[in-house]
């Protein structure tokens, strides 16, 4: 079975610049999650759906970035504009109800 | 506020050497505690879920156990292979929403 499937696995773009972060969830999962992983601040939540909904978006960090569910196997996350203490490695996570997330394997993104 | 605190950050063990990892949290009416390991350049693995005190889930040579404050990652006789980060993750009340701990780095030496 195909898993979480994150597009692109590096980006590197200079400050300024708008970057998307596209993921594929699992097929009939109804949840989606964004993470962003640092090593000061960990694993953290930044926005999660359910069934296509944002539900909680508590944690974006500011309005630089804006995160779309257009249809159940596809959502994107957008940086812009993009500065660098925004480097970091981006997640995208999808699970069934309350079952366990499944990740994927992230975007590592680099902001020049 | 919900929060999840993993010790050591760190542990360096010798092949064989049994040891534990530590998960505390205060997750307002937690209805799940998840295990991950993450390799590097990886997203996090599932490796098990607890739900309740008391409870314990066993994988080759990995078992977790709850209590009402805290879970503990038991490593029997581990292999280098073991060697990841692995994370602990409280599900709060909403049922949807995880709170990751900062995770331990366990290394073994062959």
């Known amino acids: 079975d195909a898993g979480v499937i994150q597009s692109p696995r590096h980006e590197v773009t200079e400050m300024g610049q708008e970057v998307t972060l596209r993921c594929k969830p699992i097929?009939?999962?109804?949840?989606l999650f964004w993470y962003r992983q640092t090593m000061m601040r960990g694993l953290e939540l930044l926005i999660y759906f359910n069934n296509n909904v944002p539900i909680d978006d508590s944690g974006m960090p500011e309005d630089r970035f804006s995160a779309k569910m257009p249809n159940a196997s596809f959502s994107t996350l957008k940086i812009q504009p993009s500065e660098p203490r925004d480097s970091a490695v981006y997640f995208c996570?999808?699970?069934?109800?309350?079952?366990?997330?499944?990740f994927g394997d992230g975007t590592r993104l680099s902001i020049l | 506020e919900d929060q999840v605190t993993q010790s050591p950050e760190a542990l360096r063990l010798q092949e064989g050497e049994s040891s534990s990892l530590n998960c505390s949290y205060t997750?307002?009416?937690?209805?799940?505690l998840f295990w991950y390991r993450q390799d590097p350049g990886k997203g996090p693995e599932f490796l098990f879920t607890l739900y309740s005190a008391g409870e314990e889930k066993e994988k080759e040579r990995l078992k977790a156990t709850l209590t009402k404050k805290e879970s503990f990652l038991h490593i029997t006789a581990p292999k280098p292979e073991d060697s990841a980060t692995y994370l602990c993750a409280g599900m709060d009340s909403s049922a949807s929403k995880i709170i990751f701990g900062s995770g331990t780095r366990l290394s073994i030496r062959p």
């Open positions: 996570a999808s699970s069934l109800g309350n079952q366990p997330q499944h």
């Open positions: 997750v307002s009416g937690l209805r799940g």
């Open positions: 097929s009939g999962h109804d949840y």
